[in-house]
């Protein structure tokens, strides 16, 4: 028999990773709460339709595509068959595929309630998605996004919020050596015309994309390649390469920019975004300016952001940015500017686990077990059951007759930090002992006097 086996990129997850990815998602959750968005659930299958063209040429191919139902090969042409080309049938077998990202089930659900929700629109959404992607460390097929988005304003202040946001959740999760990367698409597209990139856009912002990664020597190497100028390519880098602070690195964008219309309107808007961190009472601590940052995604317009953990071996684990046209792209005659931030749960977990940040609660089921030695003493323990419960404290009982010593062993395994031992003698007086597993401390006192104790 073969034995079985889980598909690559995906996970099962016991109670002591549930009960910490919980922890996080608990965290992230009312963070949003607090700046005033609401949750959201959509399908974990969409349209093809619905996904495809939205995330670009490379997004695309990552789609996972489910099979039409019953005999899904009988209409297909024999002669696309014959070709053995997966492409030419693809869209005749499958008209469904499985959510790439959160942000686009939202603009879908947006376009097709638009009467019913009020501008602008506040959503998080907290559910898996699926990219057919290469499993590595910190990349899943099927992992969570926890997405905050505000559709229907171009304010500003939307961004500085998502800074805020950004930054309360990691100083709440207690990741405090962090690096929040903001940029603007418009700045990208000034670089462009410095470059004359003419068409070849995409080419420089996925190379640009690449530069922590590989280095500037690969990156000019493959623009080279792709036909850009070497001299150009000198002016590029030199402001790429640009240190110092954000508005040193603003002032000197300023100043390549005087011939760029949309170079200048990338580099205003973020001034006025890290403006609104004073008028909100906040700071530019974390928060840097990063020129050469593209994010892959096609679909952002504006200010765009990603997170990155500074002391661990882990990519980035937020990001998100601005994007006006997507509503567009589902038919919509209405042009709803949204922007909005996601938190990678998964990289967020390994990062917590590997520094150790974990709250030891987070690691407990039962706060209390209630031991006994026979069948008058269990019978007992089930009414003390029944008042901890009933006093809000989180606790069970062993069901077997069992040895002490196995009850005490399941309450080790359980990170359960206290017992209860109820015998003979404590059915009789009604002095209860309660033991501290980790302390190993242990006391008489009434079922009250216990419930008045772990009561927080």
């Not at 559910?127 to 997405?147: I, M």
């Not at 808007?269 to 009472?281: A, I, Q, R, S, V």
Request: proline share 3%; with cysteine.
């Amino acid at each position: 028999m073969e034995k079985p086996t889980l598909p690559k990129g995906t996970r099962d997850f016991g109670p002591l990773v549930m009960a910490r990815r919980q922890y996080l998602f608990n965290t992230i959750g009312q963070v949003f709460h607090k700046f005033g968005f609401l949750p959201l659930q959509t399908p974990a299958m969409e349209n093809l339709s619905t996904l495809t063209g939205k995330y670009g040429e490379e997004g695309d191919q990552l789609l996972f595509k489910i099979l039409n139902s019953g005999d899904y090969l009988k209409d297909v042409d024999l002669s696309k068959l014959e070709a053995r080309n997966s492409r030419l049938v693809a869209s005749e077998i499958a008209e469904k595929g499985l959510r790439y990202d959160l942000t686009v089930p939202f603009a879908r659900y947006v376009v097709m309630n638009r009467h019913e929700i009020a501008l602008p629109f506040k959503r998080y959404q907290i559910q898996p998605v699926w990219r057919a992607d290469r499993p590595q460390k910190g990349r899943y097929r099927e992992f969570y996004q926890c997405d905050a988005d505000v559709v229907g304003t171009d304010s500003l202040i939307c961004e500085a919020e998502i800074v805020l946001m950004i930054k309360e959740v990691f100083q709440k999760l207690r990741l405090n050596d962090f690096t929040l990367k903001i940029n603007h698409r418009s700045v990208l597209d000034g670089l462009a015309e410095i470059v004359n990139a003419g068409g070849k856009e995409a080419d420089l912002y996925v190379a640009i994309d690449k530069l922590d990664k590989i280095g500037e020597e690969k990156v000019r190497e493959g623009l080279i390649q792709k036909g850009f100028e070497s001299k150009s390519l000198d002016a590029l880098f030199e402001i790429l390469n640009t240190k110092g602070s954000n508005e040193q690195k603003l002032n000197l964008l300023s100043n390549k920019f005087q011939q760029s219309e949309v170079g200048k309107k990338g580099v205003s808007d973020l001034k006025e975004t890290l403006g609104y961190l004073k008028f909100l009472n906040a700071n530019e601590q974390h928060v840097e300016v990063d020129i050469p940052l593209a994010r892959g995604l096609s679909y952002y317009t504006g200010c765009i952001f990603e997170v990155k953990v500074n002391n661990v071996q882990m990519g980035s684990v937020s990001g998100g940015g601005r994007y006006d046209n997507l509503t567009q792209a589902f038919g919509s005659k209405e042009k709803l500017s949204g922007v909005g931030i996601s938190f990678g749960i998964d990289r967020i977990y390994d990062c917590l686990d590997e520094l150790n940040l974990f709250p030891k609660e987070t690691a407990t089921s039962s706060k209390v077990l209630v031991c006994h030695f026979d069948e008058a003493s269990l019978q007992y323990g089930l009414n003390t059951l029944s008042q901890l419960r009933s006093a809000g404290i989180a606790s069970e009982i062993y069901p077997d007759l069992a040895k002490f010593k196995k009850q005490v062993e399941y309450a080790d395994k359980k990170k359960i930090p206290f017992v209860i031992i109820i015998g003979p003698e404590e059915v009789a007086s009604g002095q209860l002992s309660l033991k501290n597993l980790e302390s190993g401390e242990q006391s008489k006192q009434t079922i009250q006097q216990i419930i008045q104790a772990l009561t927080p």
